[in-house]
């Protein structure tokens, strides 16, 4: 309790210190002056004059530097933009896979892609052509939007012991 109430007296007295003007003001700043006096005309700031014999050297622009190589060591290259295939309109919810089920205060689904791409997701979450509907402690429940003319279907994921 000593500490707060020491720091508090800390906070208390800083703008105090602050307002009492006993360092320079700030360039260009207003001084006060006694009733009908002119104001001074603010300082201008003073350069130091250089070195003898020393002649400041300008920025020049030098020749431009090669490009530096990305080394990929089996990741994707993220300067090279991502190119979808045209035929496949999105993910399939029926081709992910149930990894696991991490269970809290909610329950969460992961549930990985063919491609090795993984997502944790909760109910309510949208996936590819689906959204989560349901998570157990061992399955997923996605509920699929299928062509304008059927109606909607679910898949259901379970969690399997010997997946690969």
């Known amino acids: ?61 030098g020749p431009p530097l090669p490009p530096l190589p990305y080394e990929a060591k089996g990741r994707r290259d993220p300067f090279v933009p991502i190119e979808l295939p045209k035929d496949n309109p999105g993910l399939d919810v029926s081709s992910l896979r149930l990894v696991g089920i991490i269970s809290g205060r909610h329950l969460l689904a992961l549930v990985e892609t063919p491609g090795g791409l993984g997502y944790i997701l909760k109910p309510g979450d949208g996936l590819g052509n689906g959204h989560v509907s349901e998570i157990g402690p061992g399955s997923v429940t996605f509920a699929v939007s ?18 690969s």
């Open 1 to 61: 309790m000593r500490p707060l109430h020491w720091l508090a007296w800390i906070s208390a007295l800083g703008p105090l210190a602050a307002g009492c003007g006993g360092g320079p003001s700030a360039p260009g700043a207003a001084t006060k002056t006694a009733v009908g006096e002119q104001p001074a005309a603010p300082k201008a700031a003073t350069q130091k004059p250089p070195l003898p014999g020393v002649k400041p050297k300008a920025l020049e622009p």
């Open 146 to 163: 299928g062509p304008r003319s059927q109606r909607e279907a679910s898949v259901t994921l379970k969690l399997g012991k010997d997946q």
